[in-house]
């Protein structure tokens, strides 16, 4: 079902909502799941992006949601500046991703305790957006859900560990997919929800056997 | 409901006796299972924000490429100071559709309506009218809704969007929104807001997407332009009670079908049209000048293990 705010809107900053309100928001997926403003940011802009980008104030917008900007701040276009302001050093450059979407850039991200995150993700039109992969494992969300993602032990009983407390808790599992990079090795578990996660209930996740590592993502409020 | 049909919409806005904006609205309640003031809520914002844009704009400002801005002042200076052919009304609806465009290639706040591109095409009728007639706001809202209406029936049996359908997605699907829109804020009956929507997009029909140099500035600036005069020309005409020969839903499909059925040089890719003109080409190369050599990036690059299984969804 089409929301008709996705039809008139979204309030952005121009020019192209594909280019620019998406980027933003590719940008702001990075820095939730990476935890905070990155101190450092390797941007790599592939097809359309690419071809495209500078004209379209794409790595502007990229590196807007890096610091946190929502896809209508009028600060978009002097973003480079807040970066340096803020201690994040990028790089920018142009690559072929094979079977990648034309609207698509991989970003390696670093934050200020040294941890890492890599991710690829699209931008699908009208702002939407899709990431595709995430620390090396292909992924598929959107961010138009809250979103839970559990890096977890390839072990049998972590998914109903996860999904048992989320019925428990009264929260509605929209969509969910599972990916792993080989059996018994790391393994992702990415879970859209109709309602928010409370705090409570991550504390509690993090605290299974199973569980390596969990990053919520709150979609964006109305 | 499904906002999938004008004739069913306006079906069930006869068999209800509620007004098509209603149904909108109602529909948006269940999808995003918000109450009736919060969703007039959220669309008053979106009325504001348009109405901010179009009071901050500029006509200093230029885009990246430096290809677009001014026009707008241009144009309004035109008109107060001579009279225009078509009259002050029409020549100030020229330049807000020309300023908004400007104001969305120049990196400022818009509405995207449907899309950043036709992001002028609305306000740019409404804006004007609301100010000249002393539209209510309510009222105002009321007629976002019937676009919305109508840009969903688009959005589902055709498409909204330049790369899919090329410009008569974008420009057509504005301009029957905005079409819609005048009808309802003049006092148009259901029927009559089905026309204006089928006349303005037939007459936009296969209007191709051939941005220069894939940049949202030449011709999608002055494009808006087309768009808001031609929902002006659809509403009076449906007004004064000329009809569409064929049927609303049934032009939504042919921009559908005629959209699938463009050549991918006319789809966004700026390989054709005005893009593939030697001006066209030659702005390209300008743009293209400091870009640095692209290279595949490999595993080692990316310092991540590339998995070649697909995620998979066990829930859709």
Redesign the interface.
Known sequence: MIDIFDILGPVMVGPSSSHTAGAVRIGAMGRTLLGGTPVKARLHLHGSFADTGVGHGTDKALIAGLLGMKPDDLEIPNSFAHAEQQGLEFTFDEVDLKNAHPNTVAMELTASDGHTLSLQACSIGGGRIRVTMLDGVAVSFTGAYNTLIIHNKDDRGSIADVTTTLSRARVNIAYMSLSRSARGGNAIMIIETDEKIPPVVLQFLKEFAGIIHLTYYEKEDE | M??DSMQRILEQSLADNKPIWQI?LE??MA??M?TRE?SME??R??WR?MVDSADSYSGERR???GLVGGDGERMRLYYANHESIGGSFTAEVMASALAMGE???????????????S?GVMPAVLIPLWRKEGIPEEMMLQA??V???I??VI??RAS??G?AGGCQAEVGAASAMAAGALTYLHGGTGEQICHAVAISLKNLLGLVCDPV?????VPCVKRNVIGAMNAIAAADMALAGVESRIPVDEVIDAMGDVGRRLPVEFRET?LGGLAATPTGKAVKER?QKN???????TIK????????????????
């Not at chain 2, 104001?103 to 309506?113: F, G, P, T």
């Not at chain 2, 140099?213 to 500035?217: I, K, P």
């Not at chain 2, 870009?291 to 990036?297: E, V």
């Not at chain 2, 990316?302 to 859709?316: D, G, I, S, V, Y």
């Open positions: 499904d906002l909108a529909e948006d999808n995003r918000v919060a959220k669309m914002r979106t924000a885009s990246l490429s104001n969305n290639a120049c990196m400022k706040r818009i509405v995207a309506a449907p899309t950043a591109g992001c976002l809704y676009t919305c209406a840009g969903s959005a589902t909204i969007s790369a140099a894939g940049l949202v500035e700026a743009m870009r640095k050599r692209r290279r595949t990036l690059d990316m310092r991540w293990k590339l998995t070649t299984a697909p995620a998979r969804e066990t829930k859709e």
